[in-house]
Structure formats: structure tokens, C-alpha cells
């Protein structure tokens, strides 16, 4: 199935405890779809500007990733600086030029419009509804979203979150829109919202997917290296939403199988900086550590008490 | 087998979002025996002054729990009072009154002396080590401790951890005694320190357990009514202990066990104030909880990707 996803390409500059890098590949519609790329087809929309390095959209290009909905725009490509300290968990942001994603208007070319599996990155979230608007039937779309628009476009938001199936948001944003400090509490107000699923991101600490039937969490995986947390979100939503695509199924099943391909994409993400964990994976890397999250988690059944 | 724990019996007073309680039942030694009460016999080393209600003595009785080590002297019973924010994972002690805890000197019974699991709660290490010094020959001895300690005590902390097998431990506590912020790695220099195991424990989080060999790590049991998290901590180390006793085994698949056992506890545990939640359990209830872990974290192995 064909898989779409609207977000930022940008340029990063980013500083951890462990090094620093400046103007590198960035973006939400990177990560994802770079990571999407291993599971299925995957479409961009998105836009750059005329600075945007030639090697880049050569990269996009070798993971076979639809660029017909990437605008090339007169002007500067979206650029973010951040740091981190050595609680990796929360990026500070030192600056964001919007740059051409200011003017930003999202068209869909022709041979994106049936795409039947939609995920609206963290953007304006009026953006992400024209973008819906465009889609003719998808089977199912999934949205981020961020404090950003949760404090200033809170009814666009609302409006948004009536049209998908699945919520994908950090932990510390999912208690801020339901306004409850309880975790699972705040997933319960949210799906009465719209949302059929939401899955709460929690760095280090992994993800929780919370449905009206059930409650599925998975610790995160365990690394010695984090050089660099940067995409990690959107290299989690990357796998979820590629698997899925490639299996063309969101029971929930199938939803706990895409949270640890999730989990396991954004584990090698974090591991370098920029998209480097990224572009050199092999089927067996990705397979070998889902079944190390099966081991991670393992234990025997309930034994009987002496 | 015989599980031995020395730690504190207090009187705790409480202030959380969601209510507040003036001296109650409370410290390590209490919650823990409570907890390993419904797994094995448990040995308490502790201390009370006279002003400790009889009612609380009849209730650990109740539990079969033994308490001929427990001193009962002249002089005020321990005292703790601390409340809790919204972010229930970290305590905000606002006063400690130690009172006849000053001046304890664990004396064990004989007929303690030949316990073969020992817990050494989180008390000053060097009355941990002269506990140790009178348990005749141990199966297995686990400790926990605390940044108290870790800045104040720490060669007597370092020379405790050589004896024991098990450190049980908070993940910041765990980062600060290894002076290492990632806690993998954190692990792995006290592993090397003496423990053959190390868990850390992390809140609504779960638990991590890192050995040599292998990594597990499981999340917290997920609960939207959070009504107090004092003595979470000495629950998860009961379940865990009181298991590892019934069955008289620590190898890994036991401790993956037992640690579901202790986050069931603590679960338990933290929906009420006090030891409320705590005192009426049923084994249907408890083993009910356990198979939840194993529904909550259930994914399918490694599907063929199409």
C-alpha cells in the first residue's frame, strides 16, 4: 500500500554531550520517510528552498521515496538548531527559521491523491486538514502534533483529530491536550475525541498505545550509545506507519508488531547523529532487533505458587 | 526459605494530589514484609518506639510475619513526612525524624540467623554490613540504598555492595552511585563492583535488570488511580524477594518472575494510601495482575514482511 506523509525537510543543527553537527539532513518528513522506505512505497509533501543541497534529494532519491509533492521554492530551506543535555529525553530549541515552509501550501500531485495510508507529521494542524482534504479515501491516517499548535491552534487541532484513527504524541504533549496529568486518563478523554488509537511516545522509556479495548506498552530499547535523540519520534512513526502500509492491516495485532518495528527504527536513529543510523540498514539488523525486543521482554507464565 | 529484611517500621504522614493521611503505617521493613508476607515467611529486623499502636503490630502479625527482632524501646517511633505533585515519581521529603531509629543497633535474633534470602533496605550501609556480619551463610542477599548514602557513605555503601548479589536501586540514585547518566552503562560499572545483578527501578516506568549476560526491562502496570506512591519501591523489592524465597531459585528466568511479582505488588500498593491496598489481597488477584503483565507487553513474533 501506498504510504503519504506531510512534514518538514530541513536542515539541523544539533549539539548533545556527544558531539555536534550543523546544517545535516533534518525534517519530520525526512525521518519518517527514510524510515518508511525499508517497509513500503512512501510520498512526500513538503517543500525546500533553493539552498537545499543537491546530495540530499540524491539520498531521498536511492530509497526509492516519491518526491513529486516536494516543492522547490526561491528562498531558504527550513532550518532548526537544538540542543541537548544529558537528560536526552527533551530537546531545547535555540532557534527555528521557517524560512519557505512559512508560505507553505501543501498540493497534492495527482498520484498522491489515493494513497490509502496518511501520516500528518507535526505541522500546523489547518495544514494537516487541507492535506486530508485532498486524500480521496484513505484506509487510515495518523497525525503528530506538538505544545506549539496544542497552545495556539487548539480548535484547528480538535477539528483535525475528528478525521484520523491514530494519534502518535509525546508524553508530557498528550497530558497538555487532555489537560489530565494521568497518562492513561488523558488517552481515554483524547479518544472520545475522533482518534480510534492513541500511542503515547516516551523516549527512553518506550511507548504506550491505548484503545477503548486495551492497553499494549513496550519498554524502549536499551542502549549504551544515544549520540543524538533528534527524529527519534518520527523514525518510531516511520515504522509503525510503514509496517502497516506493507501489511496493509491496523487491527491491533498488527498495531503492537508496527510500535516495536517503531521502536526498533528509532533505536538505530538515536544511535548517530542526523539520519547516518539510517541509511545503510539491513532487513537482518531490523528483524534481529525486533526479536531482541521479544528476548527484552520475555518471561515465563504465571507458575504456581509453593 | 526464611527471607530476612532489616529496614524501618514508621509512622508516615502524606500529602498527594489526591489526598492526605497523618501518621500512618509506614517504612521500608513494613511495606516489604507486608508485600513477601503473601510469598514466604518473612523476618523483620527493625525498631519502634513506644508510641507505636498496637494496632499496627496486631496487623503484621496478622501476616504471619515474624517480629521477634523487632526492638520496641523507650522513646518515639520514626517519623517521615513528605507529599507528592502531580509527578508522582519523586517524593518531596519535608521532614525526617528519626527518633529511636538514631541510635539502632541491629541485634538478630538466633533463630534469624540462619535466614537464607536477606533484604538489607535502604538504611545506612554500615548497620547493612553488621546485619550481614551475623547471618550465618546466606543463599542469596540484595540491598538497596539511597543518594543519602551514595553522598555520604560511600566507601561504607562500596564495601556493603561487595557482599551482596542483588542491588535493587532507583535509576536517578543509580546514575549518581555510578557517576554515569547513561543507565545502561551505570549498571555496568557496579556489576563490576561486586552485585551479579542490578535492577533499577523507574517509577510508572517499570523496571530495568541488567546482568552480564542479558537486559530485561519491563513497563510500569499501567493505572489511571495513583493515589500515593510511598514504600512503591519496598513493594517491588517484596514481590520480588518473597517470590525468589518460595521458589528458592535466582536464576534469571526466576528473577524475570519475581519481578513481575513486585511491579504487581507495587501496583497494588500505590492505588491507596498507607498499606491499604495491601492488606486484603486475594492469590486470584495477585496472579490475575501477573497474567495483565503478560497481555499488556504481548506482541506476535517477527512477521515476514511482504
Not at 526509492?64 to 522547490?72: P, Q, T
Not at 478523554?189 to 522509556?205: A, D, F, N, S
Amino acid at each position: 500500500m501506498s504510504l503519504l506523509v506531510v512534514g518538514s525537510v530541513a536542515l539541523d543543527s544539533v549539539r548533545t554531550p556527544f558531539g555536534e553537527v550543523e546544517e545535516v539532513l533534518g525534517g519530520s518528513a525526512t525521518y519518517f520517510s527514510t524510515v518508511a522506505s525499508y517497509f513500503c512505497q512512501v510520498q512526500v509533501v513538503a517543500v525546500v528552498g533553493d539552498d537545499f543541497p543537491h546530495e540530499h534529494l540524491e539520498f531521498l532519491r536511492s530509497r526509492d521515496i516519491h518526491l513529486e509533492g516536494l516543492s522547490a521554492v526561491r528562498g531558504k530551506t527550513f532550518r532548526w538548531r537544538g540542543e541537548y543535555g544529558y537528560d536526552l529525553n527533551e530537546a531545547h530549541t535555540l532557534e527555528t527559521r521557517l524560512n519557505v515552509f512559512e508560505t507553505f501550501e501543501p498540493v497534492l500531485p495527482e498520484s498522491y491523491r489515493k494513497a490509502t495510508y496518511v501520516f500528518l507529521a507535526n505541522i500546523d494542524p489547518e495544514l494537516q486538514s487541507r492535506v486530508l482534504d485532498q486524500v480521496i479515501s484513505p484506509t487510515m491516517v495518523a497525525c503528530d502534533t506538538m505544545n506549539f499548535w496544542i497552545a495556539g491552534k487548539y480548535d484547528a487541532l480538535r477539528a483535525t483529530l475528528k478525521r484520523v484513527d491514530l494519534l502518535v504524541i509525546n508524553e508530557a504533549e498528550a497530558r497538555e491536550l487532555a489537560r489530565e496529568p494521568n497518562i492513561i486518563r488523558a488517552c481515554r478523554i483524547v479518544l472520545t475525541w475522533g482518534p480510534k488509537i492513541v500511542i503515547v511516545k516516551r523516549g527512553e522509556y518506550g511507548a504506550i498505545m491505548v484503545t477503548v479495548e486495551s492497553i499494549f506498552s513496550i519498554p524502549g530499547y536499551p542502549l549504551e550509545t544515544i549520540a543524538d535523540p533528534t527524529g527519534a519520534g518520527d523514525c518510531f512513526a516511520g515504522g509503525l506507519m510503514g509496517y502497516l502500509a506493507n501489511v496493509n492491516d491496523w487491527s491491533e495485532p498488527a498495531l503492537r508488531q508496527g510500535i516495536i518495528f517503531g521502536s526498533a527504527m528509532a533505536s538505530f536513529n538515536v544511535e548517530r547523529f542526523s539520519l547516518e543510523g539510517l541509511r545503510k540498514l539491513t532487513y537482518e539488523q531490523i528483524l534481529e532487533r525486533y526479536e531482541a525486543f521479544r528476548r527484552l521482554v520475555h518471561f515465563e507464565s504465571v507458575p504456581s505458587l509453593g
